[in-house]
Every structure is written in structure tokens, then in C-alpha cells.
């Protein structure tokens, strides 16, 4: 994660009332992928970055390598697209890393698990694709290398889903991943805004096991909705984040996260983008802490 140098963010949580914590594209009407017989549509959500030692920008990969996801799978005559189109996709998650070796060489692969909408702490599949190159043509210019990868995993998956239909379904390997619903997020962010804090929201969430969705897939599904409130205070500003945890099956609030720091006179764009891995961070952490409370209290009440 990034040094933020801009905002300061203090943390406190609470299960069971607002304590201060201080600081996909719509479905369209009609897709041809619809018409496709004898498979599922496959949703491809945003692959998580995680090339620490090569010092690549991976901001503007994200959308490119996801897209890219997506033609490659058509090309493999899967119903593929960076969205959820029907109640019985299924949705596919990857992550690009790096590991460093001997002399100027890493290890790049790509990792991708692929769930139902229903059940998204099962694999249905898990693969990886894996290849030993110079860091330097990582880093000088990272497309070419990840197309590959992406080529390569994609008849995988193919084969793999191709499986799933033939004989008894297999049994999937079980996660211990929550499944959380990330309400919209507030009108008056930009678009790009929003993609980059959803983005780094994903990351810190997927490294805790926890399972971001825009949908209600089941009735143990958390909830999360953020509030943004800002103040001006002559030249300052107070910024202020509430993310509010609910429990998907009956609505109660299980517990608030609140992230609050003094801002410059700058606009929420300017704000908000350099400082989402520290919010997705803290949310994280956050999010972690107040189920674990929530486990610990179902723990009490049944002894």
C-alpha cells in the first residue's frame, strides 16, 4: 500500500452501535451472449495486482487486463462480460503476481477461481498460469506478457467449465470467504472515483478472505453502504466516511465504521483517489474486526 501523506486515518469500530472511527457497468436490455446454448454466462470481475517488486503502475492495467479477460473467454465461445447478466452466472476472479528468483528474473502468473453466484465461497474451478521472464520486460512494457497469460488461462477455463456439465458435478473446494454486497456508491462521486475506490476496496478485501459482490446472493450476505459527509471550516475542510455493515437476512445494522480526517479546499475527486488504498485498507480491517465481534457474540448466546 501507498504512503498516504495527505490524510491521517485513526481507527475504531463497534458491533453493536456507531462508535467514531476518525479516519459494474449496468446491465444492458438485450446481450447476444444470452442466446448462446449449453454453458452459463460468466461474469469477470477486475483481476487484483499484486506485482510488488516490479514498481509497475497497475491503475490503468486493471480495465484492460479485464476486458481482455473477457474477449479472450468469447474467443473460447464462452458467454463472457465485465458484468452480471442473468441469475445463474457465474463469475470469474483472478489475480496477477509476481515472485522474485535468482539474478533480474520473477515469476509472473496468473491465478484465476471461478464461483457461482449462489455459492461464492465454492471453487468450481482453480487454475494458474505461470511463466519465468526478466523483470525488466515486465516493466518496460507489461501488455504483451499478461495477453499471454491471459490467452493460455482462457482455453483452460474453457475446458474446465466445459467439464462442469459432464457427469456429477465435482465437489468444489469450500473457503472460508463472506460474502458482502457493496451497496451503489454515493451519485456525487465521478465515475472514475468510484472505480478506483470499488477497485482498491476489492484488493484489501479479497487479502482477508472477504468476498465483494453487487448482488444479494444469499441470505447470509452482509450489506455495506457508505455515507460521505463534508464540512467547510474557512480554509479546511472535514471529510467524513461511514460505512455501515448490515446483515443481509433481516436488515439489522450490525455495526459503523466511521473514517474522519481535515481535508484542504480541494475537490472529492482530488481527495478520494489518492487516498483509496488507505480508506479500502481501513474499511478492511474494519469490516474484519466487527464479524469477528459478531461470531463472538453468536458464540456467547449459544452457551
Known amino acids: 500500500?501507498?504512503?498516504?501523506?495527505?490524510?491521517?486515518?485513526?481507527?475504531?469500530?463497534?458491533?453493536?452501535?456507531?462508535?467514531?472511527r476518525p479516519f459494474m457497468a449496468e446491465e444492458p436490455d438485450s446481450n447476444p451472449l444470452l442466446k448462446l446454448e449449453n454453458t452459463r454466462p460468466l461474469a469477470v470481475e477486475p483481476p487484483i495486482f499484486q506485482l510488488n517488486?516490479?514498481?509497475?503502475?497497475?491503475?490503468?492495467?486493471?480495465?484492460?487486463?479485464?476486458?481482455?479477460?473477457?474477449?479472450?473467454l468469447r474467443d473460447q465461445d464462452l458467454p463472457a462480460a465485465n458484468y452480471a447478466f442473468a441469475s445463474n452466472n457465474l463469475h470469474l476472479y483472478s489475480s496477477f503476481e509476481t515472485e522474485n528468483t535468482a539474478g533480474d528474473q520473477v515469476f509472473l502468473s496468473l491465478k484465476i477461481k471461478v464461483t457461482e453466484t449462489a455459492t461464492p465461497d465454492l471453487f468450481l474451478v482453480e487454475l494458474e498460469e505461470r511463466t519465468k521472464i526478466p523483470a525488466v520486460?515486465?516493466?518496460?512494457?507489461?501488455?504483451?506478457?499478461?495477453?499471454?497469460?491471459?490467452k493460455r488461462a482462457a482455453q483452460n477455463v474453457s475446458f474446465e467449465i466445459s467439464q462442469l456439465d459432464q457427469g456429477p458435478s465435482p465437489n468444489p473446494q469450500t473457503a472460508d470467504h463472506?460474502?458482502?454486497?457493496?451497496?451503489?456508491?454515493?451519485d456525487h462521486l465521478d465515475d472514475r472515483t468510484r472505480k478506483v475506490l470499488e477497485?482498491?476496496?476489492?484488493?484489501?478485501?479479497?487479502?482477508?478472505?472477504?468476498?465483494?459482490?453487487?448482488?444479494?446472493?444469499?441470505?447470509?450476505t452482509y450489506k455495506l453502504n457508505l455515507e460521505i459527509n463534508l464540512s467547510k471550516?474557512?480554509?479546511?475542510?472535514?471529510?467524513?466516511?461511514?460505512?455501515?455493515?448490515?446483515?443481509?437476512?433481516?436488515?439489522?445494522?450490525?455495526?459503523?465504521?466511521?473514517q474522519t480526517n481535515p481535508i484542504?479546499?480541494?475537490?472529492?475527486?482530488?481527495?478520494?483517489?489518492?487516498?483509496?488504498?488507505?480508506?479500502?485498507?481501513?474499511?478492511?480491517?474494519?469490516?474484519k474486526d466487527l464479524l469477528q465481534q459478531k461470531s463472538l457474540q453468536n458464540q456467547a448466546v449459544l452457551k
Not at 477497485?199 to 444469499?218: C, D, G, P, V, W
Open 264 to 287: 484542504p479546499n480541494l475537490s472529492l475527486s482530488r481527495i478520494l483517489i489518492p487516498a483509496a488504498e488507505a480508506i479500502a485498507e481501513g474499511t478492511a480491517m474494519g469490516i
Open 199 to 220: 477497485n482498491e476496496l476489492r484488493a484489501s478485501f479479497q487479502i482477508r478472505k472477504l468476498y465483494l459482490t453487487h448482488q444479494m446472493t444469499e441470505a447470509f
Open 137 to 150: 520486460h515486465l516493466s518496460k512494457n507489461a501488455k504483451p506478457i499478461l495477453a499471454e497469460l491471459i
Open 1 to 20: 500500500m501507498k504512503n498516504l501523506s495527505l490524510l491521517l486515518f485513526i481507527l475504531m469500530i463497534t458491533a453493536c452501535g456507531p462508535l467514531p
Open 178 to 186: 463472506v460474502s458482502i454486497q457493496l451497496a451503489s456508491l454515493p
Open 53 to 72: 517488486e516490479t514498481a509497475i503502475e497497475t491503475s490503468d492495467l486493471t480495465l484492460w487486463a479485464q476486458n481482455n479477460l473477457s474477449i479472450a
Open 233 to 258: 471550516q474557512n480554509e479546511q475542510g472535514i471529510l467524513s466516511l461511514l460505512w455501515i455493515l448490515e446483515d443481509g437476512a433481516n436488515g439489522s445494522e450490525i455495526g459503523q465504521i466511521s
